[in-house]
């Protein structure tokens, strides 16, 4: 859905369902388009990095409120997977990403969100990607639920990237029971909320930054080396945490 870049955008009330959609070179499915729900469609990729040398995003929500993405099965191995998107004068509210299956890339995010509010990322299991999930410049989000598989090698960063633009995020309940990557989650965002997560990694469970001022870190569980939560830890509270 696709509008003529005027805002607002349209409130489309549409619907994409059920589609099959193979080896696109740069999108999948684009909404420019508000009140629109994309479920139960797969994608599926066989082309070359040679092939798509403009690949951008599998789903990629633009400048919209009230879109939901459920139940889609992307391979998005030379792609990011799902991108909810809007502009520091258009931000996106009130998307829901939920129970997608992301086949992701080494060099490229399973999903990514940017200028986004009132929204919810939950149950989304993700293979691989840069980062499982990471996003900046929004609020009041919840991420819940979702399990993040891999990551190369202990320099492949973070299943969760959360850097200092974002505010008021509750990261809850999400899984990374397997992988190589540096942490679970890297937290530099000030007033979020982070419990009761999951984490097997190379390095350990949660990365804290100095940025980070009114965050929570509580009932954490870090089944992997180091500590379940490492580095500056001012006027942020941690409670609860253990190594298996």
């Known amino acids: 859905l696709f509008y003529d870049g005027s805002l607002p955008f349209l409130t489309a009330q549409g619907v994409?369902?059920?589609?099959?959609?193979?080896?696109?070179?740069?999108r999948a499915i684009k909404i420019q388009a508000s009140d629109v729900k994309v479920t139960d469609n797969t994608h599926i990729n066989t082309l070359l990095v040679s092939d798509v040398p403009n690949a951008s995003?599998?789903?990629?929500?633009?400048q919209s409120n009230n879109v939901v993405v459920q139940n889609n099965t992307i391979d998005a191995s030379l792609f990011i997977g799902i991108s909810v998107t809007g502009t520091a004068s258009v931000i996106g509210n009130r998307c829901t990403i939920k129970d997608n299956i992301i086949k992701s890339s080494t060099t490229k995010a399973g999903i990514y969100f940017d200028y986004l509010a009132d929204s919810q990322i939950e149950g989304n299991t993700i293979y691989e990607g840069s980062t499982g999930i990471s996003g900046s410049n929004s609020a009041n989000l919840s991420v819940s639920e979702n399990t993040l598989y891999g990551g190369t090698s202990i320099a492949s960063g973070y299943a969760m990237n959360f850097v200092a633009n974002n505010s008021m995020l509750v990261v809850r309940g999400n899984k990374a029971p397997k992988g190589q990557r540096q942490?679970?989650?890297?937290?530099?965002?000030?007033?979020?909320?982070?419990?009761?997560?999951?984490?097997?990694?190379?390095?350990g469970l949660i990365l804290t930054s100095s940025t980070a001022t009114g965050s929570c870190y509580k009932n954490n569980v870090n089944a992997g080396p180091g500590a379940p939560i490492t580095g500056t830890q001012t006027e942020q509270l941690v409670e609860g945490n253990v190594n298996m």
């Open 16 to 26: 994409i369902q059920g589609n099959i959609i193979k080896n696109c070179n740069r």
């Open 57 to 62: 995003t599998v789903i990629n929500v633009i």
């Open 183 to 203: 942490y679970m989650i890297n937290n530099a965002s000030p007033d979020a909320l982070i419990q009761d997560n999951y984490g097997n990694l190379g390095a």
